[in-house]
C-alpha cells in the first residue's frame, strides 16, 4: 500500500533521491564507438526483460512512496521498443515531469505519439554535424534522420528539447562551435557530455577527455558565454550552465570526469532487466524483477529500493586508483 504522503528518499550523504532513470530496453538501433561494439552486443531475452506493468510499477512506488519528481525513460534506445507511446501513456499517469532521451533516428515518425501519449521533454543525441563523422561514431549514416527527429520534437510541442554531445579529443572536438551555433539557430540548448568510461571496448583512456574548460573556452571564443550562478545550496542539475552574452540561450556541460557532480547527485537507475542501481559506475545492483515475480507487495519494493539507497555512494572515483569499470556498458545500464 502507498503512504498517504511520500516519505522523501535520503541517501546516506544527505542527499534526496527523486529522480528515476528507466531504461525500457537494452537493443539499439546505432552502434556508437563510445557506448557499443560494432558486432556481438548479446541482448537480454525478451522474458527478461520487464513488461510495461512491471516498469510503470517501480515508477509508481518511486513516486508514491518517495515523492519521485522526474523519470526520464531511456536504453539502449528507447524507440526500438514496441509500442513505447503505450508506456509513455502509462507513465505519464503518475504526475511526475516525463522525458526521454533517445538518437532520435526513429523520431520523425514516432514523436507526435510521444508528445499525445504524455511525453514532456526529450534530449536527442548528435555529436556531429559531419556526415563522415557521424558514420564514424555511430556506425550508420542517418544524420538528416536525426536532425529531421529534432526538428519534428520541436514541431511536436516537446520542450525543452536538448541535444546531447559526447565530445571525443581527435574525433569530434573541433566541432564545438559548430555544434553550439546549430543549437543557437533552432533556439535548442547543448548538452557536451565528457566521455566516460562506459564504452564496451574498454578502450577509454583519459587523454580522449575534453574537459569542461576547454569545450567553455572554445565556444566562449566565439560565441562569449558566462557562467550562470545558481544561489543556495544542491542545485540538482549535472550540468554547469553557461548562458551567451548576448542573450541567444545558454549551453550545459556534464563534467563527469574533470569536475563530477556526484555531491548533487539525486538519481537512481533501473535496468531494462529490473536492476536497480545507484549509481552508473555502481557495482552493486538490486534485483527489483525478482521480488515482483515472486509476488512482492509494492511495500517490499519500496524496501528494497531503500536499502538499496542506503548503499549510495559519496560519488565515483574516474581516473583514481580505486577506479573499478563497471561491468556494463551505458546503453546496458541505461544512460
Ligand atoms: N540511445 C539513447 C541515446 O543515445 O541518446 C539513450 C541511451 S544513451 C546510453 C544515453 C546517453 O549516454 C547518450 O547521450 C549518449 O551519448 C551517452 N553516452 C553513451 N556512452 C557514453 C560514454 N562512454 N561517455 C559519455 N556519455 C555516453
Ligand atoms: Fe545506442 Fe545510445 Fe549507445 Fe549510441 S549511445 S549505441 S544510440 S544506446
Redesign the pocket.
Known sequence: MSPSIPIPLIDPFQRRVKDLRLSVTDR?????V???PEEGMKWLPREELLSFEELTRIARVCVAHFGFEGIRI????PTVRAHLPVLVGMLSQLGADLAM???G?KLPEMVDDLARAGLRRINI?LDTLRPDTFLAL?RRAELPRVIAGIDASLAAGLSPVKINA?VMRGINDEEVVDLAAFGRDRGVELRFIEFMPLDASGEWTREQVVSQQEIVDRISAVFPLVPRHRPGAGHQEPAELFDYEDGRGAIGVIPSVTNPFCGNCDRVRVTAEGQFRTCLFSIDEFDLRTVMRTGGTDDDLAAEISRAVGTKWAGHSIGQVNFIRPKR???QIG?
Open positions: 539499439c538501433n546505432f552502434r556508437c563510445y557506448c557499443m531511456t536504453g539502449g534506445e532521451t533517445s538518437n533516428v543525441s555511430t559526447v556498458s551505458m546503453s544512460g
